[in-house]
C-alpha cells in the first residue's frame, strides 16, 4: 500500500512536473498572444481602449497566479518594503505620460509630418517597422541612463530594487519615463505609421514589460535571441555594472545585438540585483534624490564607512 501509494504520488509530481515544463514553455508567447487576440477583437469590434485594458488585466491576473504557482526566485516572493512606492510610481507615471503624449500631439507635430506612405503599408508590416524604429530610441534613451551619470540618478530608482516582479513593472522615476517617451514617441509619430500601427506598438510595450519584470519560470529558448525576455532582463537588473549595463532593448534585442551589448548566459542565473548606490526606501524622497544626489551618496558613504 506504502509502495503503491508512493508509485502513485511520484506518478503524479512527474505529471505536475510535466505540466510545470509545458507552462514554462508557453506562458512567454502565450500570454503575449492571448493578449494581442484580445486586444484585436477590440479592434473588430471598435472598442480597442477598452479591450487593451481587459488584455492588461488578463495578464496581470495570470502573472499574479504565475508568481505563486511557478515561482522563479522563492526570495523574490517576500515583501520588500517597496510596494507602496512601486504603485506610486507607476501611478505617478501613468498619468504624466499620458498629459506628455496629449502634449506632443497638440503641438500640430502629425498635421506638418510629410505623408511617409507607411501608413498605407499592411498592418503587421506597419507594427514590425513601428517596433523597430522606436525601439531605436528606447535603446538610446535606456543605454545613457546608465552610461551618463547625470541620467543614472533617475534611473537608478527602477534599478534599486532587489527582488523582481510584475509590481516592479511602472517603477520608474518621472523623469527617467518622460526621457524614454520623448526618445521614442515623436519619433514614431513622425514615421507616418497609422494610428491602429501605434496603439499596437504600444500595447505590445505594455505586454513585453510586464513579462519582462515577472517573478515567473519562463523558459523562452531561442525567443531570448529576438525578444527582450525575463532572462535577459534579469541579467540587465545585476548589481555588478560590467554584466547590467547590457540588455538595453524593451522589446526586441536588436540593436543590442548590432551595437554589442547583448548578454546571455543559458543554464547560468544572476546571483545579486540591484545597485551600488544608496536609495532612501519612501516615494518622496527617491523623487527628490536625483536633484540632492552627490550629497545623499556622500553622507551614506561616510556612514556606511564609519560603520
Ligand atoms: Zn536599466
Ligand atoms: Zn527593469
Redesign the pocket.
Known sequence: MTGATRAGGSRASSHARGWARVARAVAWPGLLLSCSAILATGFALGHETLFFNLSYAWIVCWLLLAERTLGYRADWQRPDGQLRADLAHTVLNKGLVQLLIVSILATGVLDHAAPTGLGAWPLAAQVVFGLVASEFGLYWAHRLGHEWPWLWRFHAV??SVRK?WLV??GRFHFVDSLESVLFSLPFLLLTGLSMDAIVWVSAITAYIGIL??CNVDMRCGALSLVFNTPEL?RW??AIDPAIGNNNYGENLMLWDQLFGTYYRRPGLAVDTIGIADYMPPGFLAQLALPFRWRRVQAAFAGVDEAA
Open positions: 527602477h534599478h523582481l516592479n513593472t519582462t519584470h532582463h540587465h537588473h
